[in-house]
Antibody
Framework: EVHLVESGGALVQAGGALRLSCAASGFSFSDYYMAWVRQAPGKGLEWVGRITTRTHIYSTDYAASVKGRFIISRDDSKNSLFLQMNSLRTEDTAVYFC??????????WGQGALVTVSS | QSALTQPPSASGSPGQSVTIACTGTSSDVGGYEYVSWYQQHPGKAPQLLIYDVSERPSGVPDRFSGSKSGNTASLTVSGLQAEDEADYYCTSYAGTKHYVFGTGTRVTVL
């Protein structure tokens, strides 16, 4: 069974930085593209970005709203996904979900990590 | 990239059907056969319901079906049950390795 567990959520001041982690188990992590999707309180889902596999040179893509501020990385040896968030803004306040991406769909989701950015 | 447009709410009585529209553009919904739908109960993570416009993952009841015409995709829930009360989101591949989600629809079972 696929299991994704996010950690690292916290309260941070605007302009600050935070790193989220996602521990994966129950599947061949290194074979999967991985993504982050966020959800602001009471709002809808927003795709944040994704990272491909080693075969695809670990390329990354980002939503325009976070490009240049957020960095997605992974450590296949530790079955872990990361989201480095810099220059945080109040509008980045959200629950961040770690997600498997498989052929243009998001198959499995973690329970989410809450990031709160205060002004 | 603008969010795909969904109605804020939809409702139906048990046993009835409800259809949710998801409207995009020729750059996303209309341009690719990569529309998927997700169900989210309050306080829970979303779950995949439909992928590739109309395909159901194993374990998803056949009461859930998807379709697409032009720039609009649709999710139909037939034979509504109490546990179908949830938020529903569409998403589409939008080219240049990006994705766009819908605004979300809250389904209420009357």
């Amino acid at each position: 069974e696929v299991h994704l567990v996010e950690s690292g959520g916290a309260l941070v001041q605007a302009g600050g930085a935070l790193r989220l982690s996602c521990a994966a188990s129950g599947f061949s992590f290194s074979d999967y593209y991985m993504a982050w999707v966020r959800q602001a309180p009471g709002k809808g889902l927003e795709w944040v970005g994704r990272i491909t596999t080693r075969t695809h040179i670990y390329s990354t893509d980002y939503a325009a709203s976070v490009k240049g501020r957020f960095i997605i990385s992974r450590d296949d040896s530790k079955n872990s996904l990361f989201l480095q968030m810099n220059s945080l803004r109040t509008e980045d306040t959200a629950v961040y979900f770690c997600v498997t991406e498989f052929y243009y769909r998001f198959d499995s989701w973690g329970q989410g990590a809450l990031v709160t950015v205060s002004s | 990239q603008s969010a795909l447009t969904q109605p804020p709410s939809a409702s139906g009585s048990p046993g009835q059907s409800v259809t949710i529209a998801c409207t995009g553009t020729s750059s996303d919904v209309g341009g690719y056969e990569y529309v998927s739908w997700y169900q989210q109960h309050p306080g829970k993570a979303p779950q995949l319901l439909i992928y590739d416009v109309s395909e159901r993952p194993s374990g998803v009841p056949d009461r859930f079906s998807g379709s697409k015409s032009g720039n609009t995709a649709s999710l139909t829930v037939s034979g509504l049950q109490a546990e179908d009360e949830a938020d529903y989101y569409c998403t589409s591949y939008a080219g240049t390795k990006h994705y766009v989600f819908g605004t979300g629809t809250r389904v209420t079972v009357l």
